[in-house]
């Protein structure tokens, strides 16, 4: 072997050592910022998530107020109907019979949270039992909806002067939560006691479901609030 090869050998294995340190070096600052980027992103999902969540908290809070009112509201109307043949009903009453509160809960967050597998074991749990807890109640909140629409919302609009048509008696009820004053003669009947009675249970189901929805966020909250410590 000629020198001038023995001096390239000796160099090539003095750089070729350098060479790969300064490439490992390189792919460990880009895994490390890569990490770091991806643990803000997460971090950025989790925050977003939580503030979700404390909109869907609010939201669900009104909506098991308001279903609530409806229950008592229908429970003392169905209750008139069951003692007398006829009765001068509160308005309130008739319009409560027709409330029909939806839920619309904000989910963008979550589907983030889910796509980036963000958080620990228990906050994928808690969240995945929170979507199922949610979509049950809004489902059921819907059929409510379909019952009262089409089946007793007619039949009172056919037997008693009902103001179905007065858009701002039920914001008067449902978003201000305002008694109305005025009373309607209504005749009892079998099929306007079955009624009543089928949207009582209605109104009870969505309370319950909504409240279980209501403490599964509050659950997820508490562990994002430790996800985020």
């Known amino acids: 072997m000629t020198s001038s090869s023995e001096s390239w050998l000796r160099k090539a294995l003095r750089e070729v050592p350098i060479l790969v340190l300064g490439i490992l070096i390189a792919f460990a600052l880009q895994a490390w910022w890569d990490g770091n980027r991806d643990a803000e992103e997460e971090r950025q999902a989790l925050r977003a998530l939580r503030s979700e969540m404390e909109l869907n908290l609010e939201g669900l809070e009104t909506n098991i107020r308001r ?83 089409e089946q007793l919302s007619p039949f009172l609009s056919r037997t008693v002067d009902l103001p179905n048509a007065d858009l701002s008696r039920l914001w008067v009820f449902e978003i201000l939560e305002a008694p109305i004053a005025e009373m309607t003669a209504v005749q009892s009947s079998s099929e306007l006691r079955f009624l009543l009675s089928t949207r009582l249970k209605w109104a009870r189901l969505s309370t319950a479901e909504l409240s279980e929805a209501r403490d599964e966020t509050l659950t997820l909250l508490q562990l994002l609030d430790q996800e985020l410590r």
């Open 67 to 149: 279903h609530d009112r409806v229950a008592q509201a229908v429970h003392v109307f169905h209750t008139q109907m069951l003692t007398a043949e006829s009765a001068q009903i509160s308005d309130s009453l008739l319009v409560a019979a027709i409330v029909s509160p939806t839920f619309d809960p904000s989910t963008g967050a979550l589907e983030s949270v889910q796509r980036l597998g963000a958080g620990s074991a228990s906050l994928a749990g808690a969240a995945a039992r929170w979507r199922s807890v949610v979509d049950d109640a809004t489902e059921d909140e819907r059929r409510s909806r379909t019952f009262t629409d």
